[in-house]
């Protein structure tokens, strides 16, 4: 079992940033990587950024390339969502989620456990 908890979210206006964080705990050397995901009222959940926890690969969805930056700090269990340049359309609660195997995908059903969310508001 893995729990994972997100912070960091909060309103903020638009052209401003936010920087979330999950922390993960429990069998935290079971996954390969981890992802970002976000789903608005009467939406799917959509891709933000994915990265391999040894090498820090990373890939982000269309909507948030050269916006948001996505790391992690492995000695903390700890991955990050750096978001800048933020929209009204980034409005959405944020999910972090860990990879079920060892490909690194942009779809939720290759992601296994999921934390709770952070809610993020940007105002126009």
């Known amino acids: 079992q893995v729990q994972l908890v997100e912070s960091g979210g909060g309103l903020v206006q638009a052209g401003g940033s936010l920087r979330l964080s999950c922390t993960a705990s429990g069998r935290t050397f079971s996954f390969s990587g981890m992802g970002w995901f976000r789903q608005a009222p009467g939406k799917e959940r959509e891709f933000v950024a994915s990265i391999t926890w040894s090498g820090g690969s990373t890939s982000y969805g269309d909507s948030v390339k050269e916006r948001f930056t996505i790391s992690r700090d492995t000695a903390k269990n700890t991955l990050y969502l750096q978001m800048n340049s933020l929209k009204p359309e980034d409005t959405a609660l944020y999910y972090c989620?860990?990879?079920?195997?060892?490909?690194?995908?942009?779809?939720?059903?290759?992601?296994?456990?999921w934390g709770q969310g952070t809610q993020v508001t940007v105002s126009s």
């Open positions: 989620a860990t990879a079920r195997g060892t490909t690194i995908t942009k779809y939720p059903f290759s992601y296994n456990y």
